[in-house]
């Protein structure tokens, strides 16, 4: 039987500030028997525009990903935030124009966050002893908790992983990236991500994980190496290695 | 009055420092929160009555007019004086009028956004009338000279050792910080003003179309007396207020409190259906009630409509990581907080309040709580749209994201910039020039760790 073709959307600030997070991805896509395809000319999926008001921008950028990707049998993206963009705001954004409705409806519905589409081959994955690894507080990330739904998904994994959750307080409260708003709103977004730190600090896990990459960053900014902070796809990777 | 990005950055800043103020906001936001979640738990349904209520407030404002005007009709019969205030000055003026009219120079009040909205008490002091709020904390806001920071509790942002402070200076004798003596000082010198003003002033929550009646929730008491006491009560209310009947006036009434304070039903709720009767003891002689339309109208049939199903109960703002940071003073406006960020632009000016649509992360939790389902994160959304589109932002800003956008659409070049840019330095120059904490770029981009032979299989 062909494998499933997997495209990899990496998202830009993977492959400009996390690309470890991008090799872990593909190693955990790849243990789950997908065959691997990068479509090299992708770059981002729009968000950042669309979220603050350039629309026209965004629907380029929309359009360009759309013909990008529309031979994969799935897309997994390792961002919540992005697959969000993709697979709810996509569709939105074409409306009023059928041909592309039709295409960005189908891109949407073989898209997948990464945990999620994980979440189907829990048999295949590190089932590590429960709690033989450390303890981890998830941060949900809003996109990912809100507009996809996925809460279970990144928690299920890890448990099967071997990790234990200590859920921090208010885990879904928004870590203060919001896309621009970093840039517009500096000391606000600081001082969110200080809660969003303490917080995670005062759940006892020694590591904070996320499913996107740019709360990753906006609690990395915070935390002045102090805390150990990562993506959900390099401690499963982790645990892979150790197998 | 001007907030745009620099403003509100200020705004920010004052009220991080202060940590008095954090704490009071995180304190009662949490007590909100909490009891708002408890008390929607303790309904069979609530998902589907917040279904209910959204299809009620959607169907109501798609026929206004015809509802307001059966309101008007039936609030005449009762014997309600009904005015219709296009703007703010208009409303105003009516109530001044009102009062001038019956040589009445004091007028107690019970809090109202509306009033707030329409800067009443200004105007009335302008006129010579005093006005004196009765509910304890927009009495100890109008003591403080400050407007109210948080729709249903405008004086959350004060501790209580800062009111023992007004009230002692108010009151010429020192008053203990303890609640339970806070509240006797209020009961006690407010009790003169209730019984000396000729006219009581209040907003209204609802109005009953079917039988003209004005709903008036409140949890002090100080409503009751406000309405019956004084000869004369004049409501101030929103035309969005309306609803057809007492079956969706109970689906309203029954997630309003819930969703505010975590009450079942507040602790009064009064159900004010013209002035007293012949022969009737109690109530006022007469009563007037002015709808204001103040821009609500005009977006109607717009993609803002769904703003005016709010019903103003201040659970968005309770959840809201920016408002719960920032306080209600930060956003200039009796509105404030998610509902604000869109409300306030709408009500007092696109161009004037531009920093508000950005003060927002658009996390989606005002979405995930609000009784109407609300949809602020799109709306806040189609503001930012607009924005750009009317050039309303700082263009070294724009003009930085059209460039990003436009070199995201060309691949080679973003990968070519890509490595020019970790041959330069990497992000340490940008650093130099970027006003906010930028992370370092990796050696290599995924790109080219791809292309490597690391990732072959």
């Given at each position: 039987m062909a494998k499933t073709k997997v495209y990899l959307f990496t998202t830009c600030m993977v492959d400009q500030v996390y690309p470890q997070v991008g090799v872990a991805v593909v190693r955990l896509l790849r243990k789950v028997g997908a065959e691997v395809i990068y479509p090299a000319d992708q770059v981002c999926c729009g968000q950042p525009f669309f979220n603050s008001g350039f629309t026209k921008e965004a629907k380029n950028l929309a359009e360009q990903n759309i013909d990008l990707l529309q031979d994969a049998d799935a897309v997994v993206i390792p961002s919540g935030s992005c697959t969000a963009m993709i697979r709810v705001e996509y569709p939105k954004l074409f409306a009023q124009q059928p041909a592309l409705l039709e295409k960005a409806k189908q891109l949407a519905a073989k898209t997948y966050e990464l945990t999620e589409f994980l979440n189907n081959f829990l048999e295949i994955?590190?089932?590590?002893?429960?709690?033989s690894r450390g303890a981890v507080t998830y941060h949900d990330s809003c996109h990912m908790c809100r507009h996809l739904k996925l809460r279970d998904e990144p928690r299920t994994l890890l448990q099967s992983s071997g990790f234990s959750i200590q859920e921090m307080e208010q885990s879904d409260r928004c870590c203060g990236f919001g896309g621009v708003f970093f840039t517009r709103m500096p000391e606000l977004s600081h001082a969110m991500a200080q809660q969003k730190l303490n917080r995670a600090t005062e759940s006892g896990a020694e590591v904070v994980v996320t499913a996107d990459p740019g709360c990753l960053m906006r609690m990395q900014l915070d935390s002045d190496g102090k805390q150990t902070i990562k993506h959900i796809a390099e401690l499963l990777d982790e645990a892979l290695r150790c197998e | 009055m001007r907030v745009d990005l620099p403003t509100f950055r200020a705004h920010t800043r004052a009220a991080l420092a202060d940590q008095l103020l954090q704490q009071s906001i995180e304190n009662a936001s949490g007590n909100f929160s909490d009891g708002r979640e408890k008390a929607l738990g303790d309904l069979p349904d609530s998902e589907a009555l917040r279904d209910q209520l959204k299809l009620i407030r959607a169907a109501t404002l798609a026929n206004l007019t015809e509802h307001l005007e059966e309101f008007e009709r039936n609030a005449t019969a009762a014997g309600v004086v009904v005015h219709w205030a296009q703007d703010a000055s208009e409303a105003c003026e009516i109530v001044i009028a009102l009062a001038k009219e019956r040589g009445i120079s004091q007028v107690v009040k019970t809090k109202s956004m509306v009033s707030e909205e329409i800067q009443l008490n200004s105007a009335l002091e302008g006129a010579g009338i005093r006005p004196v709020e009765t509910d304890l904390g927009e009495w100890i806001v109008q003591l403080a000279a400050e407007p109210p920071s948080h729709i249903i509790a405008p004086a959350v942002h004060k501790t209580k050792e800062q009111v023992a402070d007004l009230f002692s200076d108010e009151l010429g004798r020192s008053v203990e910080a303890d609640i339970a003596a806070l509240t006797a000082a209020a009961r006690d010198a407010l009790r003169g003003d209730f019984l000396s003003a000729q006219m009581g002033i209040t907003g209204g929550n609802i109005l009953v179309a079917e039988s003209g009646t004005l709903v008036l929730v409140t949890n002090e008491g100080n409503g009751r007396m406000v309405t019956s006491l004084p000869p004369v009560h004049v409501a101030v209310v929103g035309i969005e207020k309306v609803v057809p009947s007492w079956e969706q006036a109970e689906v309203w009434l029954s997630l309003l409190s819930r969703s505010a304070t975590g009450q079942p039903l507040s602790i009064y709720t009064n159900l004010i259906t013209g002035p007293a009767r012949p022969g009737e003891l109690d109530g006022p002689q007469e009563v007037h009630l002015v709808l204001l339309d103040n821009q609500r109208s005009?977006?109607?049939?717009?993609?803002?409509?769904?703003?005016?199903?709010?019903?103003?109960?201040g659970a968005c703002l309770n959840v809201c990581p920016v408002y719960t940071k920032v306080?209600?003073?930060?956003?200039?406006?009796p509105y404030s907080g998610p509902m604000g960020a869109v409300l306030t632009p709408l009500l007092f000016g696109k161009g004037q309040f531009s920093a508000l649509p950005q003060?927002?992360?658009?996390?989606?939790a005002c979405l995930d709580v609000c009784p109407v389902r609300i949809d602020l994160p799109r709306m806040l959304l189609q503001l930012r749209e607009e924005q750009v589109e009317a050039g309303r932002l700082p263009w070294l800003g724009v003009w930085v994201e059209r460039a990003a956008a436009w070199v995201m659409t060309k691949p080679k070049l973003y990968r070519m910039l890509s490595l020019l840019a970790r041959k330069f330095g990497g992000t340490r120059l940008a650093k130099l020039f970027i006003p906010f904490p930028i992370p370092e770029i990796s050696q290599q981009t995924f790109h080219q760790l791809w292309k490597s032979r690391e990732l072959e299989e």
């Open positions: 994955l590190p089932l590590s002893e429960p709690n | 005009s977006y109607l049939g717009t993609q803002f409509e769904e703003m005016f199903g709010c019903i103003r109960c306080g209600g003073h930060a956003y200039r406006s003060a927002s992360t658009l996390c989606g």
